[in-house]
């Protein structure tokens, strides 16, 4: 009788861990919508191009060397059977492969975090050539001193220090902000953001219904991403915790669109519909963290926290001229910080020294092994399109095709 009730439990579990997974693999198509609304037409077609492309590169790299450096075992050649991978501890009630294919779908939504904040100038093959680094050692390294077990460069480990996060307010947002914010350093904003003078030209994307499409598919997704974290649905406590995590993660995006788009009023005098969806984004990345133990008003003034933060954050990287097409370094970096810094407030295991400590080292190697890597792709093949290319349009040079041939009146 009780290896029934094991086996059933261990079957919800799996099933329960492979439907999150895949509400989180549905989040790329989230990120591919909201950034083709908001780059303009003539970029469209490689924006795409790109988050298929660095989905696809995300899965191979990882089981090629991402999961090893992240978890310790030898996924490649010895698989994954019923008793875990190879070298690493058996998983508790649900499939090995079940883990593994939550985790993928973790280290691609850290990769397309960069791909909306490099856009409409970047070449497309350097930008996958950095995905290939960044889902195989720089996300897995930083993975593995946070929800794995190592010590960070065998020193300490983070979670003995009062550090935690529990689905990726900073292991998977921060850290691909800070991939992202390196690549935008040296990349440069595109032509015609800023001029001379210091006044700043807003550069509207090409289709707002399809970015919001794009955050209620996010908004979506983001059930797997924190209710997956859970690990677990077959019992009484962990349904109860479940049940919990999905009711603040939509509270906290509830709170966070209202906030912005109140603020948004109250700076601008308009309702700035591109302020509300990332205020929505803002308040998910800002409950990420720990939607576990706050309630449902704790969760929506965190994520209203976390709306009201990101507009102020994209005004401001605008006025230090770093272009950001898509508010990704403001919604997943910035506010992914106040995510880890809000942990303490309703969890007691945690410490704002641990939080701090932990964003700190977060921070300081993804950043720095980025802005390596992108220098050295910057030096090899070069980053940038050319200039008279990023006036065309780079769909036509990258990807030999266009979003909306139609509405071309002349050659």
């Given at each position: 009788m009780e290896n029934q009730i094991f086996e059933l439990q261990y079957a919800l579990d799996t099933f329960y861990f492979l439907i999150c997974g895949a509400l989180v693999m549905w989040m790329a198509a989230g990120f591919a919508m909201l950034e083709?609304?908001?780059?303009?037409?003539?970029?469209?077609?490689?924006?795409?191009?790109?988050?298929?492309?660095?989905?696809?590169?995300?899965?191979?790299?990882?089981?090629?060397?991402?999961?090893?450096?992240?978890?310790?075992?030898?996924l490649l050649l010895s698989g994954i059977t019923g008793d875990g991978v190879a070298g690493a501890e058996e998983a508790a009630t649900y499939a090995p492969a079940a883990d593994f294919y939550f985790q993928v779908v973790f280290v691609a939504t850290a990769m397309s975090i960069v791909s909306g904040a490099v856009a409409e100038r970047m070449k497309l093959w350097a930008f996958l050539a950095f995905a290939v680094v960044m889902t195989g050692f720089i996300y897995p390294m930083e993975?593995?001193?946070?929800?794995?077990?190592?010590?960070?460069?065998?020193?300490?480990?983070?979670?003995?220090?009062?550090?935690?996060?529990?689905?990726?307010?900073?292991?998977?947002?921060?850290?691909?902000?800070?991939?992202?914010?390196?690549?935008?350093?040296?990349?440069?904003?595109?032509?015609?953001?800023?001029?001379?003078?210091?006044?700043?030209?807003?550069?509207?994307?090409?289709?707002l219904p399809l970015a919001t499409l794009g955050t209620f598919i996010l908004w979506l997704g983001w059930f797997g991403f924190n209710g997956g974290s859970v690990l677990a649905t077959a019992s009484v406590e962990s349904a109860n915790s479940v049940a919990v995590v999905f009711m603040n993660t939509n509270a906290a995006a509830a709170g966070g669109l209202v906030a912005a788009l109140l603020t948004a009023q109250l700076k601008f005098g308009k309702a700035d519909l591109t302020m509300a969806l990332n205020g929505a984004l803002a308040g998910l990345v800002a409950i990420t963290a720990e939607p576990s133990t706050p309630t449902a008003l704790q969760a929506t003034l965190f994520g209203a926290a976390g709306g009201v933060l990101v507009v102020f954050s994209i005004l401001t990287l605008d006025k230090l001229k770093i272009d950001d097409p898509v508010g990704a370094l403001s919604v997943h970096g910035v506010v992914g910080l106040l995510g880890l810094l809000l942990v303490p407030v309703t969890n007691s295991d945690s410490s704002f020294t641990g939080q701090i400590i932990g964003?700190?080292?977060?921070?300081?190697?993804?950043?720095?092994?980025?802005?390596?890597?992108?220098?050295?792709?910057?030096?090899?093949?070069?980053?940038?399109?050319?200039?008279?290319?990023?006036?065309?349009?780079?769909?036509?040079?990258?990807?030999?095709?266009?979003?909306?041939?139609?509405?071309?009146?002349?050659?």
């Open positions: 083709a609304g908001l780059v303009r037409s003539k970029n469209t077609t490689e924006i795409l191009t790109k988050n298929i492309a660095l989905y696809a590169v995300s899965c191979i790299m990882y089981m090629i060397c991402g999961y090893m450096v992240m978890y310790g075992g030898d993975g593995s001193w946070t929800w794995g077990s190592d010590a960070v460069f065998g020193l300490y480990t983070l979670g003995d220090l009062g550090f935690s996060d529990f689905a990726g307010s900073g292991i998977v947002h921060m850290a691909g902000a800070s991939a992202a914010l390196a690549g935008v350093l040296l990349l440069g904003a595109r032509k015609g953001k800023y001029d001379a003078d210091g006044s700043i030209n807003a550069i509207p994307g090409a289709n964003a700190l080292t977060i921070f300081g190697w993804v950043f720095g092994i980025s802005l390596a890597t992108w220098a050295l792709l910057k030096a090899i093949v070069g980053i940038r399109v050319g200039e008279e290319e990023e006036y065309e349009g780079i769909d036509l040079s990258e990807c030999g095709m266009e979003a909306y041939p139609e509405f071309i009146t002349s050659k």
